[in-house]
């Protein structure tokens, strides 16, 4: 009988210390997860760079989607608008779907009426009312993902436009209704 409230006593004081050192190892605060998306962007013609975290905790960062309005600028005439947030969470759906942390390099993001009207004078491939002159459109590859993987991957969102351009080594992807070519 002594020995069965000794146990008992034992495995009591061992449950106390164990609940008691748990609680002391524990932050004083609750640390919260930190939700943030983030984007990198290479431009091919201006060859400049941009890392950019652009939401946190679902909150777009009004600082850094300016400096994407920047970076995705009109290069031939200075121009630039600002970008729809869908297609910078698009963009970065589309690259995590593929398991990727990718630099997106940039072809074409805003343009001007001008630069659009000089592009369709040379081909038949630019639309009149292109969503790149709303700020709703992006030419783009993924550096470490094939071209027919990412307009599969930009094809299963069914969130806009997409537009596969083999030859000249890109996808064309947009916010406008759900569309392929």
Not at 69 to 80: E, K, Q, W
């Given at each position: 009988m002594k020995w069965a409230k000794y146990h008992s006593r034992r495995v009591a004081l061992k449950s106390l210390l164990g609940t008691t050192l748990a609680a002391l190892l524990l932050p004083a605060k609750p640390v919260m997860a930190v939700d943030e998306k983030q984007l990198s962007f290479y431009h091919t013609h201006t060859k400049k760079k941009l890392h950019v975290t652009y939401s946190r905790n679902g909150e777009y960062i009004e600082s850094a989607l300016?400096?994407?309005?920047?970076?995705?600028?009109?290069?031939?005439?200075?121009?630039?608008?600002?970008?729809?947030?869908?297609?910078i969470d698009l963009i970065h759906d589309i690259r995590e779907s593929l398991g990727s942390s990718g630099t997106f390099e940039v072809i074409s993001g805003y343009r001007s009426q001008k630069t659009n009207e000089m592009l369709r004078n040379r081909s038949s491939g630019v639309a009149k009312n292109s969503q790149h002159l709303v700020g709703k459109a992006i030419d783009v590859r993924l550096d470490d993902i094939k071209l027919t993987k990412l307009r599969d991957a930009a094809l299963a969102m069914k969130r806009g436009g997409v537009g596969y351009y083999e030859k000249s080594n890109f996808v064309h992807i947009d916010t406008g209704r759900v569309r392929r070519w």
């Open positions: 300016d400096e994407i309005n920047n970076f995705l600028f009109d290069f031939r005439t200075g121009d630039a608008t600002k970008i729809d947030p869908e297609l």
